[in-house]
């Protein structure tokens, strides 16, 4: 329930400009969360969520940026939706097509973006299906052997 809660908090906030554990929390219970504001307050924590500004000019919560490269924590949180997301992975020419639980491609295409893998071009993500442009289709099958790699160290560490 943990893991699919913060990976709903990861799309949220992604989705949405949030900017109080008020906001946020309304929204969890819209998707059928229902959290204490202390629960909120440790899923931020853990998730190593931080205040940027947003486009309104107002604070919002945002995933703390490394830089461009992850921090141990976010890489971890990442690849937990991952495992808890991904149900398969598939080539089609230069795309890799990922399916994913429904609701979780998001914050499943998210996790892909943080592991940084840089023959990937772009991610789109709907509902349960993410499509991921690779720079040639001959770099895919590296590619697909690299999100199974990552889903399989976060399965070897529990």
């Known amino acids: 329930m943990k893991r699919t809660r913060q990976s709903k908090i990861l799309e949220l ?13 309304r929204r969890l219970y819209k998707a059928g969360f229902h959290v204490t ?17 947003g486009r309104n000019g107002r604070p919002k919560y945002a995933v703390m940026d490394y830089g461009g490269t992850p921090s141990p924590v ?4 990442y690849a937990r939706v991952l495992q808890d997301g991904m149900m398969s992975v598939a080539q089609a ?6 399916k ?32 991921c442009a690779v720079k040639t289709a001959s ?20």
């Open 74 to 77: 976010y890489s971890d949180r």
């Open 13 to 25: 906030i992604d989705q949405y400009e949030i900017e109080t554990q008020e906001d946020l929390g």
């Open 37 to 53: 504001q202390a629960t909120i307050s440790r899923d931020i924590r853990e998730l190593a969520l931080t205040k940027v500004t």
């Open 100 to 131: 994913t639980v429904s609701g979780m491609a998001m914050a499943v295409a998210a996790a892909v973006d943080a592991l940084g893998i840089e023959e990937i071009v772009g991610s789109i993500a709907g509902d349960d299906t993410i499509m």
């Open 139 to 158: 770099l895919v099958p590296g590619v697909i052997e690299k999100l199974k790699k990552s889903n399989q160290e976060i399965k070897s560490k529990e």
């Open 93 to 98: 020419d230069n795309l890799v097509v990922i």
